[in-house]
């Protein structure tokens, strides 16, 4: 299995702008998390999703993130408008919910709001 | 709300020195995860322990988990540097209609010949 894959790698925009971050999780799981990682703030957990329904936005940090999931394959982690304080390290990561929750975590994408 | 607590946070220490990571939690819960992240990756899964008195051991590390209370620990046995990363500890928080995993801040390691 390719393990959960996220894209794009490496993200550098403007402030204003929108970004949309990508994954797609091990084939077969049905959990699916979105995670913020700063320096400040270490791991946050923003969403997370069993069979394709959001279960608990709580660490959205505001209306500015939106995360959907249309299919047991694909996520989409959206901002708009970015900001600089934005700038992180965003992780996706997987879990087959059965007799663990643990995750899977992929590559990350590195955004930058300038 | 369920808290995850590591200490230390900085470990700095010598090839071939022995030493323990400590992750508390502040709610009952049966399961815990340990993660590693080498600088500019990924979280890698290390441990998982589902009950207490469990114990993993890969190589050097070891870990165990004593849910009466509430701790966990990683003991790095003779250190390398290959070992110098971040390690996390993680934990099942589970409700009626939630079950996701609590992470700690993480101990970052640093191991110098």
């Known amino acids: 299995d390719a393990g959960v894959i996220q894209s794009p790698r490496h993200e550098v925009t403007e402030m204003g702008q929108e970004v949309t971050l990508r994954c797609k999780p091990i084939s077969g799981h049905n959990s699916l998390f979105w995670y913020r990682q700063t320096m400040m703030r270490g791991l946050e957990l923003l969403i997370y999703?069993?069979?394709?329904?959001?279960?608990?936005d709580s660490g959205m940090p505001e209306d500015r993130f939106s995360a959907k999931m249309p299919n047991a394959s694909f996520s989409t982690l959206k901002i708009q408008p970015s900001e600089p304080r934005d700038s992180a390290v965003y992780f996706c990561?997987?879990?087959?919910?059965?007799?663990?929750?643990?995750?899977?975590f992929g590559p990350g994408t590195r955004l930058t709001v300038t | 709300e369920l808290k995850v607590e590591q200490n230390p946070l900085f470990l700095s220490m010598q090839e071939g020195k022995n030493y323990t990571i400590y992750c508390n939690y502040s709610?009952?819960?049966?399961?815990l995860y340990w993660y590693r992240q080498d600088p500019g990756k990924s979280l890698e899964s290390l441990f998982v322990?589902?009950?207490?008195?469990a114990v993993k051991q890969e190589g050097r590390l070891m870990a165990s988990l004593d849910t009466k209370a509430r701790l966990s620990t990683l003991h790095i046995t003779a250190a390398v540097h290959d070992l110098s990363a971040t390690y996390f500890c993680?934990?099942?928080?589970?409700?009626?209609?939630?079950?996701?995993?609590?992470f700690g801040t993480g101990t970052r390691l640093q191991v110098f010949p």
């Open positions: 999703f069993n069979n394709n329904v959001p279960i608990d």
């Open positions: 322990l589902l009950s207490n008195g």
């Open positions: 993680a934990v099942e928080a589970r409700s009626y209609n939630t079950d996701k995993l609590i």
């Open positions: 990561a997987s879990s087959l919910r059965g007799l663990t929750y643990e995750q899977y």
């Open positions: 709610t009952t819960s049966d399961r």
